[in-house]
């Protein structure tokens, strides 16, 4: 029988930074009212009355104040818009993915060619680049020249945009490896 794995995308909490209307503990607050009037400091259950007359909630905007900032708003738009400010900012971070290209010891000049265009592709996206060659059986007694063929695809590379090598060539089960990054 087989169980289909769902990961929970992790929900962003507010409920956790806020305070609302009795959750709030600090016995006076600076008041500030729906249009953003500043309403002077009252005691919390001041506050909370009015709020409930106004049919908003009380929300604790800033606690670190002396005394804390509350707001009187809707606390479901408020919320709302927060998470769409986080997802929005969550979406401008551009992610550093690391893409591969993957040489053999007996490749041709014109698909030599076509893994710089890849790799000078996937760096102009603002990825990184692992070059790497995989030798198999006898091609593993010529190791110094798999690092040649890496050092040669990097300063080719380099002619068509800058590249600087962030994890320099090294050799790790038979698999000879370089990272490169856009300069």
Avoid: C, W
């Amino acid at each position: 029988m087989r169980f289909a794995r769902h990961r929970a995308k992790p929900q962003i909490k507010l409920e956790s930074q806020y305070r609302v209307n009795r959750f709030i503990s600090a016995p006076i607050l600076r008041v500030i009212d729906e249009s953003g009037e500043y309403l002077g400091e009252l005691k919390k259950d001041e506050a909370l009355a009015m709020a409930m007359e106004r049919g908003f909630d009380l929300v604790e905007v800033n606690p670190s104040a002396q005394p804390p900032v509350a707001k009187l708003i809707n606390y479901g738009q408020f919320k709302y818009k927060k998470e769409k400010e986080l997802k929005k900012q969550k979406q401008a971070v551009k992610q550093i993915a690391v893409k591969g290209v993957r040489l053999s010891a007996r490749i041709g000049e014109h698909d030599l060619a076509v893994r710089r265009a890849q790799a000078r592709k996937f760096l102009e996206d603002g990825n990184k680049v692992k070059v790497e060659i995989i030798l198999r059986g006898r091609e593993r007694q010529h190791s110094p020249l798999a690092y040649k063929m890496i050092k040669d695809f990097i300063d080719g590379l380099n002619q068509l945009i800058p590249v600087k090598v962030e994890s320099p060539t090294s050799n790790q089960a038979g698999k000879i490896f370089a990272l490169i990054a856009k300069a």
